[in-house]
C-alpha cells in the first residue's frame, strides 16, 4: 500500500514564504511524475507545478517566478518553496505522484493523491 502525505501548510502574511512537503511511503519501487495542485473554495482543483523523475519542471503562470518544485528521490519527497505569497495563492495543496508499486504479481502504476494541506494567506 502507497501513502502520500503533505506538510507545511499555514497562516502566512502576504509577502510571506512557507515550504511545503510531499513524502510517499509504503511498497514504492519507483515513483515517476509528481506535482502540486491547489483547490479553493469554490474553485477546480488546478495544476500548480509538476515534475519529472529527472528534475524536469513547469509551473503555472499565476505562480513562475514565485514558487519552486523540487524533489529528493533517495527520500520519496517532493517540495514546493513558496515565496511572495498573496492572499489569491489560499487554498487546500495536494501532491500527485504516478508510483510503480510492488505487488504480488510483481509491480503495478498507479496514480496517488495526497489529503492536502491547508495553505492560507492574509493580506
Known amino acids: 500500500q502507497v501513502q502520500l502525505v503533505e506538510s507545511g501548510g499555514d497562516l502566512v502574511q502576504a509577502g510571506g514564504s512557507l515550504r511545503l512537503s510531499c513524502a510517499a511511503s509504503?511498497?514504492?519501487?519507483?515513483?515517476?511524475?509528481m506535482a502540486w495542485y491547489r483547490q479553493a473554495p469554490e474553485k477546480q482543483r488546478e495544476l500548480v507545478a509538476d515534475?519529472?523523475?529527472?528534475?524536469?519542471?513547469s509551473y503555472a503562470d499565476p505562480v513562475k517566478g514565485r514558487f519552486t518544485i523540487s524533489r529528493d528521490n533517495t527520500k520519496n519527497t517532493m517540495y514546493l518553496q513558496m515565496s511572495s505569497l498573496k492572499p489569491e495563492d489560499t487554498a487546500v495543496y495536494y501532491c500527485?505522484?504516478?508510483?510503480?508499486?510492488?505487488?504480488?504479481?510483481?509491480?503495478?502504476?498507479?496514480?496517488?493523491w495526497g489529503q492536502g494541506t491547508q495553505v492560507t494567506v492574509s493580506s
Open positions: 515534475i519529472t523523475r529527472s528534475g524536469r519542471s
Open positions: 509504503g511498497s514504492i519501487h519507483s515513483i515517476n511524475d
Open positions: 500527485k505522484a504516478d508510483i510503480r508499486a510492488w505487488t504480488t504479481l510483481g509491480t503495478a502504476v498507479d496514480t496517488y
